[in-house]
């Protein structure tokens, strides 16, 4: 089973700092482009971050860049997204993701809320 298993959600204060993680099973998480989506209520998701395969691009929305890094730990087979310098417009579920061939998978989506 393909799977994608997200931890790490919860509130934080502004300015906090929050590490997501998504866990892959199923396939080496190494081997795939890797993205993180947030999702607001009343909006569609947008796309944060992802990492690549062959030489570990990232990149990142403008909205995060500078705050937010994501990495991979090869052992774990599982991808980070570290959130710093939390701000109130962070509050999203966040999502993890990764596409195969014509397949998307979705991690489960955990709820992220920064406020005071």
């Known amino acids: 089973q393909l799977q994608l298993a997200e931890s790490g959600g919860g509130l934080v204060q502004p300015g906090g700092s929050l590490r997501r993680s998504c866990a892959a099973s199923?396939?080496?998480?190494?081997?795939?482009?890797i993205g993180w989506f947030r999702q607001a209520p009343g909006k569609g998701r947008e796309a944060v971050s992802c990492i690549g395969t062959s030489d570990g691009r990232t990149n990142f929305a403008d909205s995060v860049k500078g705050r937010f890094t994501i990495s991979r730990d090869i052992a774990k087979n599982t991808v980070y997204l570290h959130m710093d310098n939390m701000k109130a417009e962070d509050t999203a579920v966040y999502f993890c993701q990764t596409r195969m061939s014509l397949t998307t998978y979705w991690g489960q989506g955990t709820q992220v809320t920064v406020s005071s």
């Open positions: 199923g396939f080496a998480a190494g081997c795939y482009v």
